[in-house]
Nanobody
Framework: QPQLVESGGGLVQPGGSRRLSCVASGSIVNLFAMGWYRQAPGKSRELVASITAGGSPDYADSVKGRFTISRDNAKHTVYLQMNSLKAEDTAAYYC?????????WGQGTQVTVSS
C-alpha cells in the first residue's frame, strides 16, 4: 500500500473554492479506484467523491455539482476541486482507495468553511 499525503486545506469563506491534492508514493495507485472521504467533528467518515482507475467519477449527493474529482496518473495524484463551499463542508478530508485500504489513512487536510 502506498503512502498517501493530502494537502490543500485551509480556511475558506462560504461560496469559495479550494483544491485538494493527494499524492501517492508509488504508481500502484494508478491501478485502483480512489476516493476522497471526509470526517466532521462528531460524525463518521463519509465518501464524498471517487474515481475509477479509468477516470470515471462518482459523487455523493451532498457535493454533486459542486465538487470535481480528477486524477493525474503521471503524478500519482488525485485532486478534489471544491466550489461553492458551504459551512457543512467543514471537515478533515482524506484520500484512500475505494474501498479504502485498511490502516492506510493519512493525516488528512482540514477544510474550514467560515466567514
Amino acid at each position: 500500500q502506498p503512502q498517501l499525503v493530502e494537502s490543500g486545506g485551509g480556511l475558506v469563506q462560504p461560496g469559495g473554492s479550494r483544491r485538494l491534492s493527494c499524492v501517492a508514493s508509488g504508481s500502484i495507485v494508478n491501478l485502483f479506484a480512489m476516493g476522497w472521504y471526509r470526517q466532521a467533528p462528531g460524525k463518521s467518515r463519509e465518501l464524498v467523491a471517487s474515481i475509477t482507475a479509468g477516470g470515471s467519477p462518482d459523487y455523493a449527493d451532498s457535493v454533486k455539482g459542486r465538487f470535481t474529482i480528477s486524477r493525474d496518473n503521471a503524478k500519482h495524484t488525485v485532486y478534489l476541486q471544491m466550489n461553492s463551499l458551504k459551512a457543512e463542508d467543514t471537515a478533515a478530508y482524506y484520500c484512500n482507495a475505494r474501498p479504502p485500504w485498511v490502516n492506510n489513512w493519512g493525516q488528512g487536510t482540514q477544510v474550514t468553511v467560515s466567514s
